[in-house]
């Protein structure tokens, strides 16, 4: 089906709303960022919110569907999934959604499926394919790195990130230093194999990871979150078009088969 946009399957969290309607409380709603899924738009993919609630059992059904998978930001990973104990420092963690984004990554990772991980997205990505995540940067990787979380508004850079030549990410952003924000208290510690690591931090934390073989196998991750920045550089724009030009690609090959 040629001239189809891929369908792009963006996670979203679950979010309690406390405001009080006819004195009760609106409850739990599902939420995705907007800038995820204008990121895609503006790209040229269509995207679908895919909700946690419906559970791991559907991950299938909902990959056999998709071009493409943006993992988005959000909660801190249970560390159980990297064979750790929580450390007082762990964040709030949402083990429903946990569970149903495993189930989504394995599904598209067993189909080829583009994957794009954003900041969570990405600590996921490195723990689905057998890596380890740092649960708190500050308390295990000490005082010698840079502030990872940042208080300014999100679409301003905090930090630098060095590019590695040669990269999937250098051949998108095109250029060897990206100014990138950080709302990120943790990070990728062991990399998982066949992963190579495409974006270090001065600090030497990793800032993004990619498959070996990307023309096989199309994965990226990054721990910035390029979808507050897209007004701020045509780098992270980039981002977004490649992983839709990606999906593209696997929707074409898909359509052929
Ligand atoms: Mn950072």
Known sequence: MEGLAPVIGVTATLKEDTERVAERPLGRFVRADADYVEGVVEAGGVPVVLAPVAGPGAAETLVSGLDGLLLSGGSDLEPSHYGEEALPELGVTLPERDEFEIALARGALRRGIPIFGICR??????VVLGGTLYQDIPSQLGRGVLGHRQRTPKWQPAHEVEVLPGSLLGGIVGRG???????????VKELAPGLVVGARSPDGVIEAIESREPGERWVLGIQWH???????????????????????????RRAAA
């Open 177 to 187: 230093v990206v100014k990138v924000n950080s709302y990120h208290h943790q990070a």
């Open 121 to 126: 997205g990405m600590q996921l990505l490195n």
């Open 226 to 252: 390029a979808e507050a920045m897209r007004a701020a550089g045509p780098e992270h724009r980039a981002l977004f078009e490649a992983h839709v030009s990606a999906a593209r690609r696997y929707a074409g």
